[in-house]
């Protein structure tokens, strides 16, 4: 029983109401930190492959922006080893202009034109 002078006990409806918002309320705080955290680290990953020359070139090709070219970089590992230049680089990505050159027809006999991206012009 209340006493005359006693707040009402709240329902189980407003216990739930205010259980939600105090979890919603937590939730909140957790993301903002997480999001934090991740500005920091997107900044300091796009700042490191930036750095690096293979990052530049990474970041140069279309839509790759600075994480994606991250990690296309990371799962190239060292390429200065197995491409001899930027634009061998470029060529194997496919991001670079295909030289073609003009062949006798005769000689090619319908295998179309000869195409080396990485053929010197």
Sequence with gaps: ?????S????????????AKGELVRTMAST???LVAQIAKLSS?????VAQLPEGRIVMSFPRAGKICAAQITAELGDVRTRFQSEDHLA????????????VDPAASAGRGPATNACAPP
């Design 44 to 48: 300091r990953i796009e700042n490191a």
């Design 1 to 5: 029983m209340c006493s005359a002078g």
């Design 31 to 33: 993301l903002e930190g």
């Design 91 to 102: 060529a194997e990505a496919g991001v670079a202009p295909v030289h073609t050159r003009a």
């Design 7 to 18: 707040a009402p006990s709240p329902t189980a409806a407003e216990a739930e109401a205010d």
